[in-house]
């Protein structure tokens, strides 16, 4: 163990973050011990906590509606003029293993058109092929599979496909969805060639024994550092937690360093090669107070600008969701009794189901989950939309919350893609539903309102939910015209600093957003170390 390393306020990666991002790379950066790794975690370390590790805390949101304090960085969004003015969380996880540690588990890697578009954009580093290559290296699959060449065996990262032994719940939804859509049945999702069509099985990210997988257990284990950060085996590791990061510092246009709060104190520490921003949605404020970003915004709370940039915190995009509630049969589970962390009975990828989508891309994901005894619910999330958010600062007080716009439906597209699931997609699968068992029958929306479209429009805006998925706000692309960093991360106009978490992600991903946090991680380390 380095005690003595702490002593130095130098290194040569700072890594703001310890989410799947911020976790992969500080692994890679520091596995050649001649690297010296500074992490900044804003929060604790909770990697031994049951409701962490107890995957049926997992569900959506149970963690954030009966534990938020503890471990999520605190913000609501403005009111949503979409949405019938609610409000929604605007925050991530503030823990070791960030968002990772507190997520819905769900694995779900890009697709092969997501990626191509990455591609074309931001060339070969972000192709489908090394998208493979890297969650093949990255993940330990532990489920089955029609394409064993594209999954990984030996990594660091368990996934567990389950339910292993589908109930008939499961089985008789997962037809329902089927036959109401045309779409075959498919094993892996995750197969790049059978991305679309419902499923009995999905895959998260959890340990052979049903205990939940994160970013720290798989990146930043024992064998890697002790409990209070110190790397071992002579890895020059030192993760630094409860240490949040203010702004990034700078000698003219490039940055030497991060000021950061540890324990109620000011610090500061340099970096001889890169600091790198891994914190989420955190990435925009400390952008933003460290001079990069719109400088008419920066200029009215006097911060001094370094590089004006009009996109940071442009672009936000999120996946909301809606969900559609039934009866079901009491003598139906949807779990195993065995397998109390299944957490979901079945799902599906599905197109979009407007009129004139592309029938053969990702628009729809769907998941089903019991809510008592003799009620379930089938939840869509809708993966492409259209609308835009944004986020700015409030003033020149870095500790401030951010002011986040999530732009829910205010293109109308996405209102009519929601509208179209209620229509197509959940009309026709309670149909069937009804038919493989009566005990099934719909309850909310009533058909009377989904055939009504103004009723239909009103109830999905007063019943919109989040997705949790916050993307884009530094996204890549070739120039500061229209993105914040390049293909490699790097910001555009100053010099070794770096953004690598899903704020750059350029175009929507098509499914959860940890594992493209992952690839984003082991992608740009790898540019790093090839520096």
Do not use: C
Not at 29 to 37: A, E, G, M, T
Not at 77 to 104: C, K
């Amino acid at each position: 163990m380095n005690q003595g390393f702490e002593k130095g306020s130098t290194y040569d990666y700072i890594v703001v973050g310890t989410g799947p991002a911020g976790s992969v790379l500080t692994k890679k950066l520091s596995d050649d011990n001649r690297n010296s790794v500074l992490a900044l975690e804003a929060g604790g370390n909770f990697s031994n906590s049951q409701l962490v590790r107890d995957s049926q805390f997992a569900v959506p949101i149970l963690l954030f509606q009966d534990f938020s304090p503890q471990f999520y960085i605190p913000g609501n969004g403005t009111p949503q003029r979409g949405a019938a003015g609610r409000t929604f969380p605007w925050t991530g996880g503030r823990l070791l293993g960030g968002g990772s540690s507190v997520n819905n588990q769900q694995y779900v890697r890009p697709s092969a058109a997501v990626m191509g578009e990455w591609e074309r954009l931001l060339g070969p580093i972000w192709s489908p092929e090394e998208e493979t290559r890297h969650f093949k290296e990255l993940e330990k699959y532990n489920g089955e599979t029609t394409n064993p060449a594209a999954r990984g065996y030996h990594g660091r990262l368990n996934i567990r496909q389950t339910q292993v032994n589908p109930t008939d719940m499961t089985k008789k939804i997962t037809e329902a969805i089927s036959e109401a859509t045309g779409f075959p049945e498919i094993l892996d999702y995750n197969d790049p060639r059978t991305p679309l069509g419902p499923f009995t099985s999905y895959q998260l990210y959890q340990r052979p024994n049903g205990v939940r997988e994160s970013a720290d257990t798989a990146f930043l284990s024992k064998d890697i550092m002790t409990p209070d950060g110190y790397g071992v085996d002579g890895r020059n590791l030192r993760v630094s937690f409860r240490s949040t990061a203010t702004r990034v510092l700078f000698d003219r246009n490039e940055a030497i360093g991060v000021e950061y709060i540890n324990a109620g104190r000011s610090m500061r520490a340099f970096a001889r090669k890169k600091v790198i921003l891994s914190a989420g949605i955190s990435s925009v404020p400390i952008l933003m107070h460290s001079g990069i970003g719109p400088a008419d915004e920066l200029a009215n709370y006097n911060i001094s600008i370094v590089f004006d940039n009009p996109n940071v915190g442009r672009h936000y995009a999120d996946h909301p969701s809606v969900v559609a509630t039934f009866t079901k049969n009491p003598n139906d589970r949807a779990y195993p009794a065995n397998d109390p962390y299944s957490l979901y009975a079945g799902g599906a990828f599905l197109p979009d189901p407007t009129p004139g989508s592309n029938r053969n891309r990702r628009g729809i994901q769907m998941f089903a989950m019991e809510v008592s005894d003799d009620q379930m619910v089938i939840g869509a999330i809708m993966l492409q939309p259209k609308s835009r958010g944004r986020a700015i600062i409030q003033d020149n007080d870095p500790l401030k919350i951010i002011l986040g716009d999530h732009g829910y439906l205010t293109n109308r597209a996405d209102l009519d893609t929601l509208k179209y699931t209620y229509k197509v997609y959940i009309k026709e699968i309670a149909r069937h539903l009804a038919a493989i068992d009566p005990h099934y029958r719909l309850i909310s929306p009533s058909l009377d309102i989904i055939n009504d479209d103004a009723k239909l429009e009103q109830y999905i805006k007063e019943n919109l939910g989040n997705g949790f998925h916050p993307q884009s706000m530094n996204r890549m692309g070739r120039g500061p015209e229209d993105s914040v960093v390049d293909a490699r991360g790097h910001v555009h106009g100053v010099r070794n600093l770096v953004v690598a978490d899903d704020t750059i992600i350029p175009y929507s991903v098509d499914g959860n957003t940890s594992a493209p946090s992952f690839l984003i991680g082991s992608t740009i380390a790898d540019q790093l170390l090839m520096e």
